[in-house]
């Protein structure tokens, strides 16, 4: 006869599964980097775009729900000191790591703690931005429960706060592939060899999958997107515990139950039909004709099978003063910032028009007079951030027709930022970034921006789970050759181009570091034009990143 087991309370099954939580992230250190979309000034700028107003960012009250190590709240509490910025995330391993770094940094705004966000209650204060990103898909529901009770009750009255997860109808395919990971990889005994059985499975997805399958794209479309993504991911977003897509219009509901209402994307240009093309924005309109913002936007997720969300959040007393769509009219308040060079067309893209790259290497193509110019305008700005005022006097002359009147160029300048927002090639912001305060030329000396040498160099050792930034919230992941990087540590201000050209045309000399080839130099002589060019294009590559004061 066998006895009854004890069941378990609601409590100890929250228990059992954040420390089965905990143990994966402690194992497997999940990289802690930033992410552009989730930064308090983006979620400021979305808020306006969708007719909100929203704390001013030099002392709000930041909160991460899930931070890992901190690394998507460095950028914001680097370039906001007098703001006040907190994290919360289980693994107190990483966020041990985080803590160490925080100090190494001298960041006295930024506190990391290690706790379970169904611990949080409304004593643990009010903050202007909450961010979950990564987390509410990947966690019981009870700690779902809390995530929305966090919004409910610790976000201040014209808070904005940020919930990501994955979304049906775009997961379906990815549920096929989970349960073939899972079901491959149930026996094995260490982390390694279960990541290592589950990606074989990945093969009979694609290349063994039938002729005859149905859902042969779907499934071949979701292996080929996995395999560009690195092993934590796959680990982390594939073989969890815990993985659970919605429909928008339930996460909409669920959010209701707690006073909240969802906005929009965090990235407006991703919930307005016109970004997909004609096909998509006519139709759509056709199906949605009159329907509430909320079904709107699941009916444009059928349409282009979207398979991840990026929610804004509010609460719901604020529901009436969001419109449909973004208001387009509203882009003419922004700052806006991007970094276009031009380069040799990509072998498959159009060879008819001309190619740019932007900073994060992302193409463009295009002949567009108008578009061109505004592109180099904001270059030679970069990583400063130019109002449509400024930016309409730069290019005035440029613009074809050429545009004597200056509202008349504002509203051609206006036409092509919105095609480059809908692309998602700028970087804007509602009030001045934190380049255009700092960069106030004192010195001709080049210098990094705070805390990144010191990431890069910790970045060197693999267990260091820490990405490094820039300051519009950009991940940036460098490779440098040991000439660069000693070249880096000099980069503070004190050294002009020239002086840094010489340390290093010392060094080589020395045979201290090998030029960017890999060979030592040591005894020659007339190493300047070397250490030059070395130098010139260390700065460019910075320079193009964002991470130049």
């Known amino acids: 006869m066998t006895t009854p087991s004890t069941p378990i309370s609601p409590d100890a099954a929250v228990q059992q599964a954040n420390q089965a939580i905990t143990e994966t992230y402690d194992n497997q250190i999940y990289t802690s980097n930033a992410f552009p979309f989730t930064s308090p000034g983006h979620l400021r700028t979305a808020a306006h775009l969708w007719g909100l107003d929203s704390v001013p960012l030099e002392t709000a009250r930041v909160l991460e729900l899930g ?88 976000l201040s009255p014209i808070g904005m706060g940020y919930v990501s997860y994955n979304t049906y109808p775009g997961w379906k395919a990815g549920d096929i592939v989970r349960d073939a990971m899972l079901l491959h990889s149930h026996s094995a005994q260490s982390d390694e060899d279960k990541l290592a059985s589950a990606k074989t499975v ?73 970004s997909y093309g004609q096909n998509v924005q006519l139709h759509h309109s056709l199906v949605a004709m009159g329907q509430p913002r909320e079904l709107r936007h699941q009916y444009l997720d059928f349409a282009v099978g979207r398979n991840f969300r990026k929610s804004l959040i509010t609460h719901k007393a604020r529901a009436e003063q969001i419109p449909t769509d973004p208001d387009m009219s509203r882009l003419a308040d922004l700052r806006w910032a991007g970094h276009f060079a031009e380069s040799k067309p990509e072998p498959n893209g159009p060879q008819d028009k001309r190619a740019f790259r932007n900073n994060k290497n992302q193409y463009l193509y295009t002949n567009d007079t108008n578009m061109i110019a505004v592109m180099g305008a904001l270059s030679a700005a970069w990583p400063m951030s130019l109002d449509i005022v400024t930016l309409a006097e730069r290019v005035k002359q440029a613009l074809q027709p050429v545009h004597s009147d200056a509202a008349a160029a504002q509203k051609t300048v206006l036409d092509v930022l919105q095609h480059l927002f809908r692309l998602n090639n700028l970087r804007f912001t509602l009030e001045p970034s934190p380049y255009d305060k700092a960069m106030v030329p004192t010195s001709t000396a080049p210098a990094l921006i705070p805390g990144f040498e010191y990431i890069f160099q910790q970045r060197r050792n693999t267990t260091f789970g820490i990405g490094n930034f820039n300051l519009w919230h950009d991940n940036i992941n460098l490779r440098l050759k040991d000439a660069e990087v000693f070249a880096l540590r000099h980069i503070n201000g004190n050294n002009s181009r020239k002086q840094l050209a010489a340390l290093l045309r010392d060094a080589l000399a020395r045979g201290t570091v090998p030029d960017i080839s890999g060979k030592f130099l040591k005894g020659q002589r007339n190493l300047d034009t070397v250490a030059d060019r070395i130098i010139g294009r260390l700065l460019d590559l910075l320079q193009r990143q964002g991470l130049l004061q």
């Open 67 to 154: 931070c890992a190590g901190g690394g998507n709240l460095l950028p914001f509490a680097t370039a906001y000191p007098n703001a006040h910025v907190v994290g919360v995330d289980l693994s107190s391993v990483q966020i041990a790591q985080g803590q160490l770094t925080v100090k190494a940094l001298g960041l006295s705004n930024l506190h990391l703690h290690a706790m379970s966000l169904t611990d949080i209650s409304p004593e643990f204060g009010q903050f202007d931005y909450i961010i979950a990103h990564g987390v509410f898909s990947w966690v019981p529901p009870e700690v779902r429960e809390a995530i929305l009770r966090i919004l409910s009750q610790n």
């Open 202 to 274: 990945l093969n009979l997805l694609s290349e063994g999958i039938s002729s005859n399958n149905p859902l042969a794209p779907s499934l071949r479309n979701a292996v080929a997107q996995l395999r560009n993504h690195s092993d934590y991911y796959i680990a982390h977003e594939y073989l969890e515990i815990f993985n659970n897509p919605c429909y928008l219009l339930e996460f909409i509901n669920q959010a209701d139950q707690y006073g909240l209402t969802h906005v929009g994307d965090s990235d407006p240009y991703m919930d307005m039909a016109v």
